[in-house]
């Protein structure tokens, strides 16, 4: 992807990454995506100023009733779920919730990856080798039924839910860095900066490592997509831990499972936020792909 140079320069002196980032200032769909993340950044840091309520808060506890669970209100603008906790308020916690479990999972998915990776397109050999059966290996084995035993194992909390989707990542990022590093490996000015007497150790650190990334950034962007809503999976599923009425996304699913009849909106809201979510993020990483595509350079 960045075989023009070292450090990804571009054709007529202008990076790369720089061209990338004009390119997606004028993609509209880009643009959207970025405004989903953003507010939902926004949300999940400003949760503490934002959320009326705390998010173990249950303020409408005297006003539930078996057969009644109140609707919207003006003192609770979505209205209140079974235990009586505001419903807004939870939304506005799930997402800080949503992502800190994205986030973690995803810099340890990069992480070992990353490692992963690097050890096979540095060594190569029987060190590729070995890398690449293990991360085969994983790879058999599907994401979900992978992430649900690793939690099962580690038990029922949020760092078990980080643990499992961090795990599930590892194997992508490491399969799509050893490859791309491969290819740079053989790009021109590799050779001549081998040729020049560098050692296979400042080669790989200073000019093939840095122009292999790129594809890894695109899909740890796309990666957090995922990890939302594999987060609400493994809650929903009842592996994230906490009680029953703790404020996240996954969790709140469950809860209104049995209000379906009564209060449809207690599962919608979580899943419109599951969904608009994890598109902001699809939408980020699709565009940052076809910006850095160089097949797409010559064409502006």
């Not at 580690?154 to 990022?173: E, Y």
């Not at 860095?177 to 150790?201: C, F, H, I, N, P």
Request: contains cysteine.
């Amino acid at each position: 992807m960045h075989g023009d140079g070292p450090a990804g320069a571009d054709h007529g002196g202008e990076g790369v990454w720089a061209r990338a980032w004009r390119t997606l200032r004028r993609n509209p769909v880009a643009i959207i995506g970025f405004v989903i993340v953003a507010v939902f950044v926004l949300v999940a840091v400003l949760a503490p100023l934002l959320a009326p309520y705390g998010g173990t808060e249950l303020p409408g506890r005297a006003d539930v009733r078996p057969t009644l669970i109140p609707g919207p209100s003006a003192e609770y603008p979505l209205g209140l779920d079974r235990y009586g906790g505001d419903v807004l308020s939870k939304l506005i916690w799930g997402a800080q919730a949503s992502l800190l479990v994205g986030v973690l999972s995803t810099l340890f998915g990069l992480t070992g990856g990353l490692l992963l990776g690097l050890l096979a397109g540095w060594f190569g050999k029987w060190v590729d080798f070995a890398v690449m059966r293990l991360v085969d290996l994983m790879l058999s084995v599907p994401s979900l039924l992978l992430a649900v035993s690793i939690a099962a194992i580690v038990g029922q909390s949020s760092m078990a839910v980080i643990i499992a989707i961090g795990v599930v990542q590892v194997p992508i990022f490491a399969r799509l860095l050893r490859g791309s590093m491969l290819a740079q490996k053989g790009q021109d000015y590799v050779l001549a900066a081998s040729a020049l007497g560098l050692t296979r150790r400042s080669v790989t650190m200073s000019h093939v490592l840095p122009n292999s990334v790129g594809p890894v950034i695109v899909q740890a962007t796309l990666s957090l997509a995922t990890a939302v809503i594999e987060a609400a999976a493994l809650s929903f599923l009842g592996l994230g831990g906490g009680e029953p009425s703790t404020a996240e996304w996954g969790r709140m699913l469950t809860a209104a499972q049995q209000e379906l009849a009564v209060a449809p909106r207690l599962a919608i809201l979580p899943g419109i936020c599951i969904a608009v979510t994890a598109l902001g993020f699809t939408l980020v990483g699709e565009s940052l792909r076809e910006a850095l595509d160089p097949r797409n350079r010559t064409r502006r």
